[in-house]
């Protein structure tokens, strides 16, 4: 609670609240998102709530989904602004850096451990499973009660990123807590049919290119995946589709490292014959990929991080497989 005191008290006194997230947002960062908006409008806040990029179409379901903006207005002015999920301040876009330089104070929550320390106040836990379980710990410090929206907005974003309580990070509270959201009205089958329901026929044609893709280093320790523009528009998948697979690259026998590689499709096009990628890191949790990921100014968990960069495919590739060889 000591941590918490600071936070606790700039938000009872805040008036005007800006909430946000990083941008291309992951279950956790919606679901945070949401039941942290939703917590701050029970306690009678004037708030706004922000991502830069559009909500997967997986999450539309969380309740007032649709509350949350992609455009902030030029001079608006907050009295507090919560940015969740989110390592490094630059992952929340442009516009919302702008915000931030107008909020009178940045309250920084997260459970990534590479996190740069940003803002006024901080609440940073590298143990929590999700950034909705510190979430669901400042709603009840701040006495709101959980109700069946905000318990599904939380719950969603615990189930997300524990990979169904597949992941590392799965712990004692991951559990708890989704039983108490449950016990506040949250329907588990319901929310997985949301989640996890049905694939269109364009996502498995891309998980087959996908797949074909696949590279293993010559001693086996590194897999390489790759999904391209022309991928995505022969297989007519947004961005979002490509969310998961990586699984695939991960589950390969005797591999400890999975290295998505993937061109972007916003943003300016690079000089020279090189794109703009994003790498995606998955371990076995034998190898620190945020420690990897670091090294390319990105960063995240021991066993999940990532990184952007300016690169062409080979060369990304070699210098992945050049590391890989040094992998004791």
Avoid at 65 to 82: M, Q, T, Y
Avoid at 137 to 153: M, S
Avoid at 226 to 254: F, H, K, P, S, W
Avoid at 277 to 305: E, K, P, Y
Wanted: proline share 3%.
């Amino acid at each position: 609670h000591a941590r918490m005191n600071p936070i606790l008290q700039t938000i009872k006194t805040a008036e005007r609240i800006l909430v946000t997230a990083h941008t291309d947002p992951d279950g956790d960062a919606v679901g945070s998102l949401l039941a942290m908006g939703l917590a701050l409008e029970r306690l009678g806040k004037r708030t706004t709530l922000y991502n830069e990029s559009p909500i997967p179409a997986v999450y539309q379901f969380l309740p007032a989904v649709g509350r949350i903006d992609r455009h902030l207005e030029a001079a608006a002015a907050f009295d507090a602004a919560v940015v969740l999920d989110c390592g490094d301040l630059p992952r929340i876009g442009g516009a919302g850096c702008a915000a931030m330089s107008r909020a009178a104070s940045v309250i920084n929550i997260d459970h990534h451990v590479s996190n740069t320390g940003f803002g006024s106040h901080r609440l940073i836990d590298g143990r929590a499973c999700a950034t909705a379980e510190i979430v669901y710990r400042l709603i009840r410090a701040l006495g709101v009660p959980l109700d069946k929206e905000i318990a599904t907005c939380i719950y969603t974003g615990i189930l997300t990123d524990t990979g169904s309580f597949r992941f590392s990070n799965t712990n004692a509270s991951a559990f708890a807590i989704s039983r108490e959201m449950v016990e506040a009205g949250v329907d588990p089958f319901e929310v997985a049919q949301h989640v996890f329901g049905s694939y269109s026929l364009g996502r498995l044609k891309l998980l087959n290119l996908a797949l074909n893709s696949i590279e293993i280093s010559p001693n086996g320790k590194l897999s390489l995946m790759t999904v391209t523009r022309g991928m995505l528009e022969e297989t007519r998948t947004q961005q979002e589709d490509v969310d998961g697979l990586i699984n695939y690259a991960r589950r390969i026998e005797a591999v400890r490292v999975a290295a998505l590689i993937q061109e972007q499709i916003n943003g300016r096009a690079a000089a020279n014959g090189r794109v703009r990628l994003h790498v995606s890191l998955r371990s076995d949790g034998s190898v620190d990929v945020a420690a990897i990921a670091g090294t390319f100014g990105g960063g995240g968990h021991r066993s999940a991080a990532g990184f952007q960069i300016e690169s062409t495919l080979a060369d990304i590739k070699s210098e992945l497989l050049a590391w890989a060889e040094g992998m004791g």
